[in-house]
């Protein structure tokens, strides 16, 4: 029989403490150690559920020295719950190393899902979310922000990022400047806390309401943005031209001239062609 224990990854509350799934509640409870972002924010989580655990504080800075240790325990049949301050362990939070390495060690991990930022403003966005591509934070220095969207200029999915308070402004404004003043973006701020609120606009009005009342520049933000709806209609395009050019080029000259007149990749035409060719 196998003897290790096993690692939970185990989702809290964003806001909301009666997030707390019940199956949670008693993974936490049960675990031998509870592995936690910030151990004060932790204990006020499981203060109020009434849960006595023993905590250790885990993150960012100490989870490479912390390795070894955690997987020894594992290693000895203690079972460890893995937590963050808010939502779901290792999305933009602590613990991916860990996760990692429980792995290579052929050791147990197992989630219990709950509560996650980007999740639920997606859910209430009204910006398509059958595909999505979640960015995290964005840098915090301006230029690297700027280019991390220029490089996410002609994504189709919709994006979806968070941002903190000191940086909301700024980070709409390069967003409009980046991805145009017209792409729509929903605001998700403090969900599901006292003052959640949710805007939905344009770039420009989003900045707008921003501006406008500095209250919508305090708190917790997610911000999901359309993706860009041009790219689909120029791939169309392309495929378009490509078969025109096809019946009468070969497969390598048809994708060099579509791709020169649009902006697509000539590998990925090229491909699609020999692909239709053989169908
Ligand atoms: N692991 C968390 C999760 O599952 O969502 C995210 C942790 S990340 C360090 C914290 C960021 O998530 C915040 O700066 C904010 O962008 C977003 N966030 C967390 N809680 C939120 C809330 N209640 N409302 C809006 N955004 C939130």
Redesign the pocket.
């Known amino acids: 029989m196998d003897s290790s224990g096993i690692l939970y990854v185990v989702?809290t509350p964003?806001?909301n403490l009666s997030d707390l799934s019940e199956r949670a509640r008693s993974v936490i409870s049960e675990a031998d150690l509870v592995l936690c972002e910030d151990t004060r924010r932790t204990a006020r989580l499981l203060q109020a559920y009434g849960i006595s655990a023993r905590a250790r504080s885990f993150h960012d800075h100490n989870e490479n020295k912390l390795l070894g240790w955690v997987v020894q325990r594992l290693w000895d049949g203690q079972d460890i719950a893995l937590v963050?301050?808010?939502?779901?362990?290792?999305?933009?939070?602590p613990g991916f190393s860990l996760v990692r390495e429980v792995h290579r060690q052929g050791l147990r991990v197992s989630p219990v899902p709950g509560?996650?930022?980007?999740?639920?403003?997606l859910s209430v966005s009204g910006v398509p979310c059958h595909r999505f591509c979640f960015e995290?934070?964005l840098p915090s220095q301006a230029k690297r922000r700027q280019n991390a969207l220029r490089a996410l200029r002609n994504e189709s999915r919709t994006l979806v990022?968070?941002?903190?308070s000191h940086r909301i402004e700024e980070c709409l404004k390069d967003m409009a400047n980046v991805l145009g003043w017209d792409r729509p973006v929903m605001i998700?701020?403090?969900?599901?806390?006292i003052h959640?609120t949710f805007f939905l606009g344009s770039l420009d009005e989003a900045l707008h309401f921003t501006h406008s009342d500095e209250n919508q520049r305090k708190?917790?933000?997610?911000l999901v943005v359309g993706g860009n709806p041009d790219v689909d209609l120029e791939w169309q395009r392309a495929c378009e031209l490509l078969e025109r050019l096809g019946s009468s080029l070969p497969a390598s000259e048809a994708s060099r001239i579509v791709s020169e007149t649009f902006s697509v990749n000539r590998k990925r035409l090229y491909r699609r062609m020999i692909e239709q060719k053989k169908n």
């Open positions: 989702a964003i806001g963050s301050d808010a939502g779901t362990p290792l999305i933009s939070d509560p996650n930022a980007a999740i639920a403003a995290g934070f990022f968070y941002e903190s998700g701020r403090e969900i599901t806390k959640e708190g917790e933000f997610v």
